[in-house]
């Protein structure tokens, strides 16, 4: 299960970010990782682990909002205190998804 909540800290990104506590499975290359997330935007996510791939490693992203699986394709990019993901490519039912749960989070 996760929580929502929005980020309020300075931002400036071009994507509003909201926090979230929930996990994330990454795939790359036959290889796999779950990590913790520690935010959710329209433009990717943030995770407070160590990078479990390579900056620029092309992954498949999985995770759950609101009980729905969520699937998008991302790169991984280097963050203060973690990593983050930025989608690439989000289909009609992902964008609707993180759509929903940012802007339900940010109200």
């Known amino acids: ?5 929005p980020v309020t800290a300075t ?4 994507h509003l970010r909201v926090s979230l506590a929930a996990r994330a499975r990454l795939s790359f290359d036959g290889r796999a ?3 913790q997330m520690r935010d ?3 433009g990717g996510l943030g995770s407070v682990e160590p990078p479990a791939f390579a900056p620029g490693s092309p992954v498949d992203v999985e995770l759950e909002l609101d009980g729905e699986r969520v699937v998008a394709p ?3 990019v280097p963050r ?3 990593f983050g993901v930025r989608f690439t490519r989000l289909d009609q039912a992902a964008l609707t998804r993180i759509l929903d749960a940012v802007a339900r989070a940010s109200a």
């Open 40 to 42: 959710l935007s329209m």
């Open 33 to 35: 990782a779950t990590v």
């Open 1 to 5: 299960m996760s929580a929502l909540h």
């Open 80 to 82: 203060d205190g973690g």
């Open 11 to 14: 931002n400036r990104r071009a």
């Open 74 to 76: 991302g790169e991984i």
